[in-house]
């Protein structure tokens, strides 16, 4: 195999003087230099200048002002994504995950070789994330394809990471390993365990409603996150890790295990170790990505409860592979697919519970009758043989036994009607069910700007039996489908006492977040769907039983504020153009239109 022939190549040695010696072959450029060899490491990806062993002489040469000797350049690559930035804290530990994963990839007998990305953390961009998902994941992208390299490990964690570079290698098709900086853990403090962000939600709604005093919510800002790694809980950065695990481009136990356990690093040491051992024996993502394995991680959507983001996600992640994620099919499956981990949002418990409850294996040894088991991992393992014989530890408290779920449908619904032709998500697990027939006038607000200035105007003219309805905030509109759909219960209502409301938009809303809310309602109000024609005084039906959302305006009515409907300008430059020309809607991911796949 040529991989071990390389490591017998001879290299170069320190001559008494210093000097540098080259190889006793006599051949200065080494094994990888002649281009009558299938290419591979170094030689992968020459320019073409008209001359391609002079491209890779220069390619070497250059390499070399890196002090790498000529036995090392001889090996096969791994290419590192590193996406270590000072505006990503939940990557923090991104350097020592990549010292790590160097140990593995030098373990095995190839060079390993890092290179930057585009790094998104949630809090840290505007408009917000989603709206540069695509460009990591096209950046991502390309730096993959471009560059020489035999296999990769991607390394992602915040939210829109994991799906950007799911993307990436999808579309590279290069053998891939996905490896997370996992999860912060939960700290008490003051007898009461808390993480990002579920606990900030509920906090901030406190303090809104006045239960709280803003000497406290100024020192709990500093309780919340208080170890590197993504939010406890089992927000959108745990479900796509949860996922990306399910999908097989990670092992079970590299979802969940913390940030800051022993067990992350050599989870790291293994990644690179993996990409070694795919560029023996690739396996493409393209061969992984069948419709059994998109369907395995829908119904893991499902069972963990997890984040609506993961929707949108999962049809951009499928869109690459020429799949696509149906929302008639996620309902159903949703339908026959019982919640079955108590983690936060939905539930009690915090990731590091899930790590030790059993993770993965467990949950999915639970779900196995509902699983195709014949889905291959990187290694090429199926389903099956990854969650083995049942015979593994389990805490009950945390993942619950098929038959006594935490509850016996899926999460998520899918929601059409008259205000939502193509679809609306609607997560019942986080949901107040008292509010699942809601018929009711709507309050509207025509994009975050008017959001922000009136809902705590004292003379806002809503009750608590209104449904809240925001516009001009899905993935073409200038905001870029922030995580806004968790509408603020309106200052005056929540000091009263209330807790939910019926709230819709077409944005998403963050996967540590609960309430009464319909999300991605499809097409959004910026391409001139129904939602853009809806006004304050106008009624909506929300039926959770019967999957409907519809506004209740008679068809003259609106086809008169159709004939008067105005799109906002487009914007002229830069990446806000290419996304505004190409974005699809939420039901196809949200993604750039001309990166799908065909089917
Ligand atoms: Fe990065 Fe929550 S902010 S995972």
Known sequence: MWYQDTA???????????MLNLPATGNPFGRTARMSDKPHG?????SNYGDRDFALYLRRSFAKSMGYSQRMLDKPVVGI???A???NNCHRTVPELIEAVRRGVLSEGALPLGFPTVSLCEPSLSPCSMHYRNLMALDTEAMLSAQPMDAAVLVGGCDKTVPAQLMAAISADIPAVMLVTGPMLAQAFEGERLSACTDCRRYWARYRAGEVTAERIGELEGKLATTAGTCGVMGTASTMACIAATLGFMPLAGASAPAVHADRLRIAEEAGAQAVRLIK???RPSQMMTQGNLDNAVRVLLALGG????VVHLAAIAGRAGLSLDL????ALSEETPVLVDLKPTGEGYMEDFHAAGGMRALLWELRDLLDLTTIDLDGVSLADRIGDGSHFVDRRIIRAFAEPVSPVGGLVALFGSLAPEGAILKRSAATPSLFETEARCMVFDGLEDLANRIDDPELDVTAQDILVLKYAGPRSPSGMPEAGYLPIPKKLARAGVKDMVRMSDCRMSGTAFGTIVLHIAPEAAVG?????VQTGDRIRLSVKDRKLDLLVAEDEMARRRAAWQPAPAPKRGWDKLVYDQVTQAPLGADLAFLRAAP
């Open 8 to 18: 017998s190549t001879p290299g170069p040695t320190l001559g008494g003087a210093g």
């Open 307 to 310: 984040s609506t983001n993961a």
């Open 281 to 283: 024996n690739p396996i």
């Open 328 to 331: 008639k099919r996620l309902d």
């Open 529 to 533: 769907g129904p939602l853009a024609l």
């Open 42 to 46: 170094l030689g992968r990806n020459t």
């Open 81 to 83: 994504a590193d996406t």
């Open 85 to 87: 930035s000072d505006y």
